[in-house]
């Protein structure tokens, strides 16, 4: 299993930006993705999970009303819209994989995860 982030880049505050996450190696139809990121100093923080087949999508309070999480199962890729970027936003932003769908008491904790990327890093300045 291989996950490949893209997307990410220097955005003044309030652009935006879409990262996306390629997978291989898995249907990506069974599988749940989750955003998370971790900024210097700071610990890792789930930023938004969408299931494989139940229609569910969470995000983290910090980013609710700005991202969305979106994915193309034909293309085998998630997408994460970052809208209204603010300087707490930057930081390497990383693509996780698990079996099946996400679920509230679990979703934005990175050991429920098994496969991750390598990160792709987004800087918000002006």
């Known amino acids: 299993v291989q996950l490949v982030e893209s997307g990410g880049g220097l955005v003044q505050p309030g652009g935006s930006l879409r990262l996306s996450c390629a997978a291989s190696g898995l249907t990506l139809k069974n599988y749940a993705i989750g955003w998370f990121r971790q900024a210097p100093g700071k610990e890792r923080e789930g930023v938004s999970c969408?299931?494989?087949?139940?229609?569910?999508?969470y995000y983290a309070d910090s980013v609710k009303g700005r991202f969305n999480i979106s994915r193309d199962n034909p293309k085998s890729t998630v997408y994460l819209q970052m809208n209204s970027l603010k300087h707490e936003d930057t930081a390497k932003y990383y693509c996780a994989t698990d079996f099946g769908n996400c679920y509230s008491r679990s979703w934005s904790r990175g050991e429920w995860y098994d496969y991750w990327g390598q990160g792709t890093q987004v800087t918000v300045s002006s």
């Open positions: 969408i299931s494989s087949n139940d229609g569910m999508t």
